[in-house]
């Protein structure tokens, strides 16, 4: 299965890859919190080699990515909230796949409805 969502999503975008980096699979549960607009810490999923990011959701949910518009730079400290410029919002849904380059900071809401499942691989 790992194989055939990143070969035909990366086929379909014509991103030609040497090897899975990593593949890891994220479950969420409702947290039940007064702010819905809680967010996971902004983050890389790997700051040492460019890569792209496919994202395939299990179900649908709640607890949207959020993609920002800033992008890595090796000797530049991760960018404060405040200078934070949304470039793409994505919500969860079932056999949905989402790819870009895993240099942009990005991160997920908190789900508060449903459990929020996610499969994230690398590819170099």
């Given at each position: ?16 890859y ?28 790997n ?19 959020v ?58």
């Amino acid at each position: 299965m790992t194989a055939k969502i990143v070969n035909m999503s990366c086929k379909k975008i014509g991103f030609r890859y040497n090897q899975i980096h990593q593949g890891r699979s994220f479950l969420q549960l409702p947290l039940n919190l007064d702010d819905k607009d809680i967010l996971d810490p902004v983050h890389l999923d790997n700051d040492t080699d460019p890569h792209m990011v496919v994202l395939y959701y299990v179900k649908d949910s709640d607890g949207d990515t959020v993609i920002f518009d800033n992008h890595y730079e090796k000797d530049k400290e991760r960018p404060m909230k405040n200078n934070l410029k949304i470039k793409k919002t994505i919500t969860p849904k079932k056999g949905r796949v989402v790819i870009f380059d895993g240099w942009y900071w990005h991160t997920a809401q908190q789900p508060s409805n449903d459990i929020r499942c996610v499969i994230n691989y690398n590819v170099i």
